[in-house]
């Protein structure tokens, strides 16, 4: 189910139907709430669809998780972009 769901997400993307691929994430988000790398695909395309707080929702929710530091200090540097364009 998962994989069907991730083949469906990538032509989502690929189709620029990011809104769609959102909810598809979300969808697959249900049967595993702790995966980070989908946390963070969530937040990458919030952030550009313009759904700031959601997109920073799910990137903190990822960074809590992440365990390799560069890609912590990634994740950091996304959020303190989201912080600024959010005030």
Do not use: W
Not at 8 to 34: C, N
């Amino acid at each position: 189910l998962l994989r069907r769901q991730n083949n469906i997400k990538v032509r989502q993307i690929r189709a620029g139907r990011i809104e769609d691929a959102t909810e598809t994430i979300e969808r697959m988000l249900l049967f595993m709430p702790e995966n980070s790398m989908r946390r963070r695909e969530a937040g990458l395309l919030y952030a550009r669809l313009g759904h700031l707080v959601a997109a920073r929702a799910h990137l903190v929710a990822h960074r809590d998780r992440c365990s390799s530091g560069a890609e912590r200090e990634e994740i950091e540097a996304l959020l303190r972009q989201l912080s600024r364009r959010l005030n």
